[in-house]
């Protein structure tokens, strides 16, 4: 999308919500993953399974991973990250992220009853299919590990576009758009207003071009 189609978005988006003006809708440039899944295959399994298990025999790393603050509930967390796709679990690889801490917690709170049947159940939850260059874990309907057996970074981490959403959310009088870069692409396109996402529809903008 280029500066005059951003402008044309930003005006439209304020008519619509009848704000005072384009200046009083923020457009907030995501990233993007693209969507192309692959098997995953074998190897990557043995390469997460041998992670796992030099991370059970790791010192505990007690480095606390904070949590950003953000005005975003977590339903508007999710939408955003869901117009961009995951573009951040690139860098999850074979490893997830799961450190002696993480599948320490794990472990206690599940209540396994040895590392071998945590390593199992993680091992169960690789889906069949991956999104190509992404994080082993990262399946078609996003993430395929429940929140609980996630790392803290997985958890907790927000880039720093998604830093920038938020502000005024729930004021009358203004709005942003989250556009993720692949923004033609049906579901790339995120109104944030009055303490509510909407998706916009890529033909919404497509047709205030002249
Ligand atoms: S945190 Fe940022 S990069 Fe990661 S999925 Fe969300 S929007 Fe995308
Ligand atoms: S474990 Fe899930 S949230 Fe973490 S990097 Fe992999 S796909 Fe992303």
């Given at each position: 999308?280029?500066?005059?189609?951003?402008?044309?978005?930003?005006?439209?988006?304020?008519?619509?919500?009848r704000l005072a003006g384009p200046e009083k809708v923020d457009l907030v440039a995501l990233p993007a993953m693209k969507v192309h899944m692959e098997p995953v295959?074998?190897?990557?399994?043995?390469?997460?399974?041998?992670?796992?298990?030099?991370?059970?025999?790791?010192?505990?790393?007690?480095?606390?991973?904070?949590?950003?603050?953000?005005?975003?509930?977590?339903?508007?967390?999710?939408?955003?990250?869901?117009?961009?796709?995951?573009?951040?679990?690139?860098?999850?690889?074979?490893?997830?992220?799961?450190?002696?801490?993480?599948?320490?917690?794990?472990?206690?709170?599940?209540?396994m009853a040895n590392e071998a049947s945590l390593l199992e159940s993680y091992l169960d939850?690789?889906?069949?299919?991956?999104?190509?260059?992404?994080?082993?874990?990262?399946?078609?309907?996003?993430?395929?590990?429940?929140?609980?057996?996630?790392?803290?970074?997985?958890?907790?981490?927000?880039?720093?576009?998604?830093?920038?959403?938020?502000?005024?959310?729930?004021?009358?009088?203004?709005?942003?758009?989250?556009?993720?870069?692949?923004?033609?692409?049906?579901?790339?396109?995120?109104?944030?207003?009055?303490?509510?996402?909407?998706?916009?529809?890529?033909?919404?903008?497509?047709?205030?071009?002249?």
């Open positions: 999308m280029n500066e005059q189609e951003k402008h044309q978005l930003r005006t439209r988006v304020a008519e619509r919500l295959t074998l190897a990557r399994k043995d390469q997460l399974a041998a992670s796992i298990e030099a991370a059970f025999d790791a010192r505990i790393d007690r480095t606390r991973v904070r949590k950003t603050p953000t005005p975003l509930d977590d339903a508007s967390l999710l939408a955003v990250c869901r117009t961009c796709r995951g573009a951040c679990c690139k860098s999850g690889e074979n490893h997830a992220y799961l450190t002696r801490a993480v599948l320490s917690r794990v472990k206690a709170e599940q209540r939850r690789v889906p069949e299919a991956a999104y190509q260059g992404s994080c082993i874990y990262h399946g078609s309907q996003g993430c395929a590990l429940p929140r609980s057996m996630r790392s803290e970074t997985c958890n907790r981490f927000l880039c720093y576009p998604l830093k920038q959403l938020g502000r005024d959310f729930s004021s009358a009088g203004y709005a942003q758009l989250a556009v993720s870069t692949v923004a033609d692409e049906e579901g790339r396109m995120l109104l944030l207003s009055d303490g509510e996402t909407r998706r916009v529809r890529p033909e919404t903008w497509k047709l205030a071009s002249p």
